[in-house]
Nanobody
Framework: QVDLVESGGGLVQAGGSLRLSCAAS????????MGWFRQAPGKDREFAAA???????YYADSVKGRFTISRDNAKNTVYLQMSSLKPEETAVYYC?????????????????WGQGTQVTVSS
């Protein structure tokens, strides 16, 4: 069992930056791949970024060059640094963990989810 707690969301103006954090419980954090997803009202949950257990990173095309995912295994924490934010990126951002290898961009591949943190980008 892995518990995930996101933080760092809030209100930011368009073009601004935020850093999200996701703290994980458990002693096997380093063996999990971690992902960030987001869900706007009335829309499906969509992939934003992921980082494998050995540090490989993956991004949705829409965030490449603006978002950076990283992890600190000593702190059991994964981060999402977001810059040049756009109003259409207003959503609840979720952290997720998966044990199995494979692709990273589908929600059903993930075993554990946090409760989410709201990010609101004003125009």
């Amino acid at each position: 069992q892995v518990d995930l707690v996101e933080s760092g969301g809030g209100l930011v103006q368009a073009g601004g930056s935020l850093r999200l954090s996701c703290a994980a419980s458990g002693r096997t954090f380093s063996s999990y791949a971690m992902g960030w997803f987001r869900q706007a009202p009335g829309k499906d949950r969509e992939f934003a970024a992921a980082i494998s257990w050995n540090g490989g990173t993956y991004y949705a095309d829409s965030v490449k060059g603006r978002f950076t995912i990283s992890r600190d295994n000593a702190k059991n924490t994964v981060y999402l640094q977001m810059s040049s934010l756009k109003p259409e990126e207003t959503a609840v951002y979720y952290c997720a963990a998966k044990q199995t290898r494979g692709t990273y961009s589908y929600p059903h591949e993930y075993d554990y989810w946090g409760q989410g943190t709201q990010v609101t980008v004003s125009s």
